[in-house]
């Protein structure tokens, strides 16, 4: 038998099913630890996300002389801006990130995107939170939050798209800690028109001309004089955010800023890969992940067959 509910009536249970159902996952996690699906050690009593604290406290934090524009490493100490912004500014007035894309950084948001560990979402997304706020000083008092849309085939994979869940997450926490900021999630405005390829293992040039046109914008008038803030999850070349960014920009934007919670960093120097490399070997084993490149952010798709021995959580509405 099937019950004819009118579509206002339908989303009307939906948001009661939503709101019921959050507090669910929260007491499951709460009740039933598992181990931390970073590094496998038992979770205490009460865990929201299953994630240890000493994984949390091991995600990089950027530091160090960056470029005032995309904020990549700079490769000489008497310049504010890098190599490839000087050669060809960027679109975007500024990009920020959170942390570096490697080590507990990568494995969590593996452990949200790939693994579906939801509840991880609301830590990253506080952490995205922080990297908008370096923002607050400069940028104008009304933003348009604009995530990075992913193709509808990638979406129907997937379930979901973290940049938004992590937008919304980020937002969330802006709204406590910069009341006076006015930040809205414009998540439809910007379209995805092509599949494009996986970024991972193509060179600079390649990745550039992969994204080149993949995105439009739904409703231009939306946008136009708006201020926009792109958010994502990781930047690498920024090849994504400068396309995106000239949609944008093609559909009468005043200005576009970046955010994103995790961004690669060029490393400069024989000291600094053989760094990386150390560094990346004394990492331990990550639970379902077989990505083993650090440095310049190759992102590889780890098994998401432990991940999902997590499930089930709710799957966000993004
Ligand atoms: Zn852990
Ligand atoms: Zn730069």
């Given amino acids: 038998m099937t019950i004819d509910v009118p579509p206002s009536e339908m989303s009307r249970w939906r948001a009661v099913v939503r709101v019921l159902r959050s507090p669910l996952d929260c007491l499951t996690c709460a009740l039933l630890p598992a181990s931390c699906a970073l590094c496998g050690s038992s979770l205490p009593l009460l865990s929201f996300a299953p994630i240890c604290e000493s994984c949390w406290t091991e995600i990089p934090v950027l530091s160090g002389p960056a470029c005032s524009r995309c904020g990549d490493a ?29 080590g507990r950084m990568r494995d969590a948001i593996h452990a949200l995107k790939y693994g579906r560990i939801y509840p991880a979402g609301g830590t990253l997304g506080r952490m995205l939170g922080e990297a908008i706020a370096q923002l607050a000083g400069e940028a104008p008092a009304e933003l348009f939050v604009v995530p990075v849309p992913l193709h509808r085939s990638k979406y129907a994979q997937r379930g979901f798209n973290q940049a938004r ?30 599949a494009t390829e996986s970024q991972a293992g193509l060179t600079p040039r390649q990745r550039r001309l992969n994204v080149r046109g993949a995105f439009s914008v739904s409703d231009p008038s939306a946008v136009t004089m708006r201020h926009v803030l792109i958010v994502d999850d990781i930047l690498t070349t920024g090849a994504t955010a400068r396309a995106a960014a000239q949609a944008l920009l093609r559909a009468g934007a005043a200005s576009v800023r970046v955010a994103t919670l995790a ?6 120097g024989p000291a600094a890969a053989a ?25 590889n798709q780890p098994s ?10 709710r799957q966000p509405s993004f």
């Fill in 74 to 102: 700079l490769d000489s100490p008497v310049t504010t801006l890098c190599r490839a912004c000087r050669l060809a500014p960027p679109p975007f007035v500024r990009a920020v990130a959170y942390g570096l894309y490697q």
């Fill in 304 to 313: 998401t067959s432990s991940f999902r021995s997590f499930m089930p959580y």
């Fill in 275 to 299: 760094h990386s490399a150390v560094a990346e070997s004394m990492r331990p084993p990550v639970r379902g992940s077989t990505s083993s490149v650090s440095g310049n952010a190759i992102e």
């Fill in 165 to 194: 869940l992590l937008a919304a997450e980020a937002i969330a926490s802006l709204r406590k800690t910069q009341p006076q900021w006015r930040l809205t999630l414009a998540a439809s405005t910007l379209m995805r028109l092509r």
């Fill in 263 to 268: 961004r690669a960093r060029r490393a400069f």
